[in-house]
């Protein structure tokens, strides 16, 4: 039963008003919209920011740090010092004498001509390890090219080695070398292998299966076009009405396959004559007589093959190849002659050394580096110390440094910073009104019944024509199988194609009107029907294009008076039930709305199960009223501008349901009256967020 509560605010006139819940909606809206903008804006971002680095401990540990700096106590005045002591000490006095007395820098300009690092590398190079290694081996090379000779000579007179050879060249072998690895021979092996196979085997009995099935199925024709239902129903003079009964389905299947001419083939490809591995086994009874091949296989089994055959690869042939045609060469004697040491470039960097030694600049620059003074210059050059020293020399010479320097012995330093420029900022912002006014909503739960819901469909109606993408003018059913608008029966009213859709700025309305029209119409028993009607009216659907299940569904809308028209905001699913009515208005009773919810075995639609509360709506007539149920899976509730009015916990629909918006005639109309208009303003749906 309806909210009592809800009855007397209707009756007296006390219920919410519409428009004043839509401007609240919008008014909390744009100062969301408000909220969510300056939430991005750069104020909001620099106070936050700002606010978290000047409440920050290291903030005000930096702060406190800068007013107390001294200049004095710092590491950079320590270092200061540090640099000056260095600078009187006679290590790195003697290091910069050294590197700027006239000897040095003439040490220095050999040190960068070309001939002392040739001298250095020669010196290098000659008495190390790897020179002594080379002389070595080209000792060694020589030796090994005249113990080639010999062995090429005792290689050669061996009996194995003359054995290979006149294998080599006998026909045999030849005959051997033409059939191996030959495509001919390759298809002797696989057509023997195969004629050898299980697959063949199977391949045969396959075939002989295969053709007796294929046979099987005439006899079956044969059966099926003596079978008794097959024969009363071609007696039949006019079958178009009768079902085919299954034996004549087979039987024509059957008898169409058997007279193709694919049939035909398959019977010809079964025989095994006409099959490519019959002519494989004949081919290969050919290539078996051969002589050829005769001569192949008596020859691979030989002994003298398999003794060609070792020694071919072995390490001794090998050898003797190789030596014959290096020792044999005409090139030969001039090798032996490069090999010997005096013609290798080993011998002429010893000769380059000895003259190096004796040039005057060189002996200069060797006397040079052993003095005291360069030793010291040269110890001094790679220290920690001078490292340390010229570390201290570029700081304190810096102009970074010097003017930290200034910045500490400075006394307005905290002014000069760019935390007291962010420090000056953030209070400017703090007594921003727009952060005042921030601050005061941004944690309150001001917006939490808004953003608990998510758009997921609307339409405001503001293009003046119906949106094709979301509405259809049809049942369901009617789209998919008819393509076509039908009624069902009872209905005095037929649908039209939009024709009863008016539009009154962004205010959309279903006519229905007293005319003629004809169109189809559903009986349980009898099922679709052409009818003549002398009433229209129009129906919007979502069926093609949204549903949901559960959220929140709502509409704005303004009810026509005019009974026995009745006026619907409902949603419904595939199938007859279930089925939600946010309304029915004038279904039963003039001024009655109904709220109800359908449930039960949507395959009989007798034993449908409701749940419904009905209130006097007469009141509901003379403005726009927002209609809202929320669905959840636990219970439904109705509202009338935002006024809980009735809710159940009973048959809760568990599948997707889409909108439908419909007005309708279902008891003759004594009477003439004008066209009733049902009019809506705008279509919302939300799911929780």
Not at 59 to 79: A, H, R
């Amino acid at each position: 039963m309806a909210n009592l509560s809800f009855l007397l605010r209707a009756t007296f006139g006390l219920l919410p008003n519409a428009q004043k819940i839509e401007s609240s909606r919008n008014a909390l809206q744009q100062e969301y919209n408000k909220l969510t903008e300056f939430k991005n804006s750069q104020d909001l971002k620099d106070y936050m920011e700002l606010k978290e680095l000047i409440d920050s401990e290291t903030f005000q540990s930096n702060k406190k740090s800068i007013l107390s700096l001294d200049y004095k106590k710092t590491e950079e005045f320590q270092k200061e010092q540090l640099f000056k002591k260095l600078s009187k000490q006679n290590q790195i006095i003697n290091y910069f004498k050294v590197l700027q007395s006239p000897e040095y820098q003439t040490f220095i300009d050999f040190e960068q001509s070309e001939l002392l690092p040739e001298y250095q590398e020669l010196m290098t190079y000659i008495s190390s390890d790897e020179h002594k290694k080379i002389v070595a081996e080209w000792e060694q090379n020589l030796k090994n090219e005249i113990n080639k000779q010999k062995t090429y000579k005792q290689l050669k007179s061996s009996p194995k080695i003359k054995a290979y050879y006149k294998t080599l060249n006998s026909t045999q072998l030849n005959n051997y070398h033409e059939l191996t690895g030959s495509a001919e021979l390759s298809e002797f092996e696989e057509l023997k292998k195969f004629i050898a196979s299980k697959q063949l085997q199977e391949f045969k009995d396959a075939l002989v299966s295969q053709l007796a099935s294929e046979n099987d199925k005439k006899t079956r024709c044969n059966q099926l076009k003596n079978n008794q239902d097959v024969i009363a129903y071609n007696k039949l003079k006019n079958s178009e009405g009768v079902e085919k009964p299954k034996a004549l389905i087979e039987y024509l299947e059957l008898n169409q396959y058997i007279q193709s001419t694919e049939y035909k083939q398959l019977l010809n490809s079964l025989q095994y004559k006409n099959t490519e591995q019959y002519q494989k086994e004949a081919r290969f009874k050919t290539l078996e007589k051969n002589k050829k091949f005769i001569s192949y296989f008596k020859f691979q089994s030989s002994m003298e093959l398999s003794n060609f055959l070792e020694f071919k690869d072995s390490i001794e042939l090998k050898t003797f190849e190789e030596l014959q045609v290096e020792v044999t060469s005409p090139k030969y004697p001039q090798v032996l002659e490069e090999l010997k040491y005096v013609n290798s470039e080993e011998y002429k960097k010893e000769v380059a050394l000895n003259q190096l030694k004796n040039n005057e600049a060189i002996k200069s620059w060797e006397k040079f580096r052993k003095t005291k003074a360069y030793l010291l210059f040269q110890q001094t050059k790679e220290s920690e110390l001078l490292q340390e020293y010229n570390s201290l020399k570029e700081l304190v010479e810096s102009s970074k440094f010097q003017e930290y320097k200034a910045y500490m012995l400075d006394k307005e330093k905290w002014q000069k910073t760019e935390e007291f420029a962010k420090e000056t900022r953030y209070q400017q912002l703090k007594k921003s009104a727009d952060i005042i006014w921030y601050l005061s909503v941004a944690e309150s739960a001001k917006f939490d019944a808004m953003n608990a819901w998510k758009v997921t469909f609307e339409d405001d109606f503001t293009s003046g024509k119906i949106d094709e993408k979301k509405w259809m003018n049809s049942f369901l059913w009617g789209k998919v199988l008819l393509n076509d608008r039908y009624v069902m029966a009872g209905d005095k009213h037929y649908y039209t194609d939009n024709k009863n859709i008016e539009y009154n700025g962004t205010i959309l309305k279903i006519v229905t009107r007293q005319e003629q029209a004809r169109g189809k119409v559903w009986h349980p028993l009898h099922g679709f029907s052409e009818k003549d009607f002398s009433y229209t009216s129009g129906m919007l659907s979502t069926a093609h294009s949204f549903r949901q299940l559960y959220g929140k569904f709502e509409a704005k809308i303004k009810l026509a008076p005019h009974y026995p028209v009745y006026q619907a905001f409902w949603l419904k699913g595939e199938k007859i039930l279930p089925e939600i009515d946010v309304f029915k208005f004038n279904m039963d009773k003039k001024n009655r709305l109904q709220m109800s919810a359908f449930y039960g075995d949507a395959s009989n639609s007798v034993s449908a199960k409701k749940i419904t509360s009905k209130i006097n709506g007469g009141s509901l007539t003379n403005d726009f009223y927002i209609y809202t149920i929320e669905w959840t899976p636990e219970k439904i509730t109705w509202k009338i501008n935002d006024f809980e009015v009735f809710s159940t916990s009973e048959g809760i629909p568990n599948e997707p349901l889409y909108l439908m918006l419909s007005a309708g005639i279902q008891k003759d109309i004594p009477l003439q009256q004008p066209s009733a208009m049902f009019e809506i303003d705008w279509v919302r749906c939300y799911e929780k967020v």
